[in-house]
């Protein structure tokens, strides 16, 4: 009778002393789930620079295979970039490979 006592208040002494141990972990869980998201946030908008970046270098390298003229579009296609110019009434399209 008295191991079961003692068992029983070990139990509940040790439930009481982790209670406030997890809710600070949980708070802490939060507050770095938050950081994850900003984190991931902020890659994606580095990549998307980057890929408006490499966009443009694909275009300006379009335009000076064709000795000039107007970029029509910019598309991805595989590691690199598709890129139609017009120049003298003709459209040419260039595949850009990605750096």
């Known amino acids: 009778m008295l191991r079961a006592v003692l068992l029983l208040s070990a139990v509940l002494s040790a439930g009481l002393l982790s209670g406030p141990a997890d809710a600070r972990a949980r708070d802490r869980g939060d507050h770095s789930e938050e950081e994850y998201r900003d984190n991931r ?4 908008l580095d990549d998307r620079r980057e ?3 490499s966009a443009s270098d694909a275009a300006h390298r379009a335009q000076m295979r064709n000795g000039g003229g107007r970029v029509l579009s910019v598309e ?7 890129v139609k110019v017009l120049k ?12």
């Open 51 to 53: 890929r408006r970046e």
């Open 76 to 82: 991805p296609f595989g590691a690199g970039h598709r």
């Open 41 to 44: 946030r902020e890659e994606r």
């Open 88 to 99: 003298d009434g003709v459209v040419r399209v260039y595949i850009i490979e990605g750096n």
